[in-house]
T-cell receptor, first 115, second 112 residues
């Protein structure tokens, strides 16, 4: 089945450590996105990539980094510079088409807890 | 400023009762409008979307939403809820996938 796979589902980190969240899609979508979700808040865009080897900052990129070396993969690194990294992280993808706004397809998320 | 407001943080309805979840938005032009649903610990799934045409939009799982330009609203409705509808519901607006603004969500509980 086509879809988006995020791993790990749960991750614990000590303060000062970098962690990398994996996101893989087999939908053949060009665009991929990372969102952060906090309790009682909507989703906020961290980074997005519309094509391989290119990515753009979203609304809350500070303390995060990404790469897009392959179409299928868009890993997110939460660095030690991120002051409040405990959150639920969602990866999404879409297939841009001219003349319409494409649907976002989401993975099941990764919950990061900083101890 | 562009924004999405879901005024109800938590709603409880009885199984079989009708449901309406409110969404109001502020946007420069008529944007694309969406409703997504999220089960606990899961990603989001698209219920329906609107950009133009008929202002009453049908979605999956028996949901519908009505766009009212004069009220800047896009409320989600279902005539009869099922226990499996318990989830968090997000309204979203945008002009491109990288410019979608999500509301803060409404958690729906179902009373047996």
């Amino acid at each position: 089945d086509g879809g988006i796979t995020q791993s790990p589902k749960y991750l614990f980190r000590k303060e000062g450590q970098n962690v990398t969240l994996s996101c893989e899609q087999n939908l053949n979508h060009d665009a991929m996105y990372w969102y952060r979700q906090d309790p009682g808040q909507g989703l906020r865009l961290i980074y997005y990539s519309q094509i391989v080897n290119d990515f753009q900052k979203g609304d809350i990129a500070e303390g995060y980094s990404v790469s897009r070396e392959k179409k299928e993969s868009f890993p997110l690194t939460v660095t030690s510079a991120q002051k409040n990294p405990t959150a639920f992280y969602l990866c999404a993808s879409s297939n841009p088409r001219t003349g319409s706004l494409e649907e976002l397809f989401f993975g099941e998320g990764s919950r990061l807890t900083v101890l | 400023a562009q924004s999405v407001t879901q005024p109800d943080i938590h709603i409880t309805v009885s199984e079989g009762a009708s449901l309406e979840l409110r969404c109001n938005y502020s946007y420069g032009a008529t944007p694309y409008l969406f409703w997504y649903v999220q089960s606990p610990g899961q990603g989001l799934q698209l219920l329906l979307k609107y950009f133009s045409g008929d202002t009453l939009v049908q979605g999956i799982k028996g949901f519908e939403a009505e766009f009212k330009r004069s009220q800047s609203s896009f409320n989600l409705r279902k005539p009869s809820v099922h226990w499996s509808d318990a989830a968090e519901y997000f309204c979203a607006v945008g002009s491109s996938a990288s410019k979608i603004i999500f509301g803060s969500g409404t958690r729906l509980s179902i009373r047996p």
